[in-house]
């Protein structure tokens, strides 16, 4: 028996007409469910307690709800404390790969929830730190790349137990969830969100070194220049030249709610909805 949803948190993407439209719409719906109901600032509704993300550490969630694109579901895992579940709604968003439905199903999928007809969709996450920094985890990747864009670096990168030197403008760190994203736009796999692995892409390195898919150990990096490092597209930090920069398996998971099983759900995302054989 699914557990009940009693206390939820609402997070859309900042500025989206769209995004705010369906909102209210859940809201309304959760409200005449008896579901009590947080928006997360700036986002203010009627019938929902406006709060901030930092507030909310004080909260027992059951769920989030993220309505926008990708980058509003990727925000929330960030803002959102502790390990409730996120349900994804792509409404004012692009592909909306992370998302469970889009904006013309808030209601089944609503009535879905509230009678506890869904599932619990664990990914893992992965995170950087440099010293004694921990950089925010990221869901999809990391990404290290030169500042300066008339010198390539070279870089080190030490994983399970061996060392590989090259000169590259930059390289990505994905997991499986991500690898539709910066990987897979630089000819990197799409893998299946559920697998315990990660990709290493390099960026433009001289001698063309290949994309590797590896278990998810730790990994190790360091470059002869400045870098930035980029957490999820959305953040980012200068890292000094020969810092080194360790990246692990995040200790918490992001853990999606689902409506339906699906298997190579990214493929249709991605505009792939029939495939041949």
């Given at each position: 028996?699914?557990?009940?949803?009693?206390?939820?948190?609402?997070?859309?993407?900042?500025?989206?007409?769209?995004?705010?439209?369906?909102?209210?719409?859940?809201?309304?719906?959760?409200?005449?469910?008896?579901?009590?109901?947080?928006?997360?600032?700036?986002?203010?509704?009627?019938?929902?307690?406006?709060?901030?993300?930092?507030?909310?550490?004080?909260?027992?969630?059951?769920?989030?709800?993220?309505?926008?694109?990708?980058?509003?579901?990727?925000?929330?895992?960030?803002?959102?404390?502790?390990?409730?579940?996120?349900?994804?709604?792509?409404?004012?968003?692009?592909?909306?790969?992370?998302?469970?439905?889009?904006?013309?199903?808030?209601?089944?999928?609503?009535?879905?929830?509230?009678?506890?007809?869904?599932?619990?969709?664990?990914?893992?996450?992965?995170?950087?730190?440099?010293?004694?920094?921990?950089?925010?985890?990221?869901?999809?990747?990391?990404?290290?790349t030169r500042v300066?864009?008339?010198?390539?670096?070279?870089?080190?990168?030490?994983?399970?137990?061996?060392?590989?030197?090259?000169?590259?403008?930059?390289?990505?760190?994905?997991?499986?969830?991500?690898?539709?994203?910066?990987?897979?736009?630089i000819g990197g796999?799409?893998?299946?969100?559920?697998?315990?692995?990660?990709?290493?892409?390099?960026?433009?390195?001289?001698?063309?070194?290949?994309?590797?898919?590896?278990?998810?150990?730790?990994?190790?990096?360091?470059?002869?220049?400045?870098?930035?490092?980029?957490?999820?597209?959305?953040?980012?930090?200068?890292?000094?030249?020969?810092?080194?920069?360790?990246?692990?398996?995040?200790?918490?998971?992001?853990?999606?709610?689902?409506?339906?099983?699906?298997?190579?759900?990214?493929?249709?995302?991605?505009?792939?909805?029939?495939?041949?054989?």
């Amino acid at each position: 028996m699914a557990p009940e949803i009693r206390t939820v948190a609402i997070i859309t993407k900042i500025g989206s007409v769209e995004a705010e439209e369906a909102a209210i719409k859940v809201t309304g719906l959760l409200s005449r469910a008896g579901v009590k109901t947080y928006s997360v600032l700036p986002l203010k509704i009627e019938g929902a307690t406006p709060t901030r993300p930092e507030d909310l550490a004080q909260v027992r969630l059951d769920l989030i709800f993220a309505i926008g694109g990708d980058g509003t579901t990727l925000r929330a895992f960030r803002v959102i404390p502790g390990k409730a579940p996120l349900f994804g709604i792509n409404s004012g968003g692009h592909r909306g790969i992370l998302a469970e439905i889009g904006s013309n199903s808030i209601d089944s999928a609503v009535a879905s929830i509230i009678a506890g007809s869904y599932f619990y969709d664990s990914r893992i996450r992965i995170q950087a730190y440099s010293d004694s920094s921990a950089f925010p985890p990221a869901l999809n990747d990391i990404l290290i790349t030169r500042v300066s864009l008339t010198r390539t670096p070279a870089m080190s990168i030490k994983l399970m137990g061996d060392e590989i030197k090259q000169r590259m403008d930059g390289i990505v760190i994905s997991t499986p969830t991500g690898s539709t994203g910066h990987s897979f736009s630089i000819g990197g796999p799409v893998l299946h969100e559920g697998m315990n692995s990660l990709i290493i892409s390099p960026i433009a390195s001289v001698n063309r070194m290949p994309q590797l898919v590896l278990p998810v150990e730790e990994i190790t990096i360091q470059s002869s220049h400045e870098t930035h490092l980029i957490v999820d597209g959305q953040e980012t930090f200068k890292v000094d030249r020969e810092r080194p920069i360790r990246i692990m398996r995040y200790s918490e998971d992001a853990t999606f709610l689902r409506l339906e099983k699906k298997g190579m759900r990214q493929l249709a995302k991605l505009g792939f909805s029939k495939l041949a054989f």
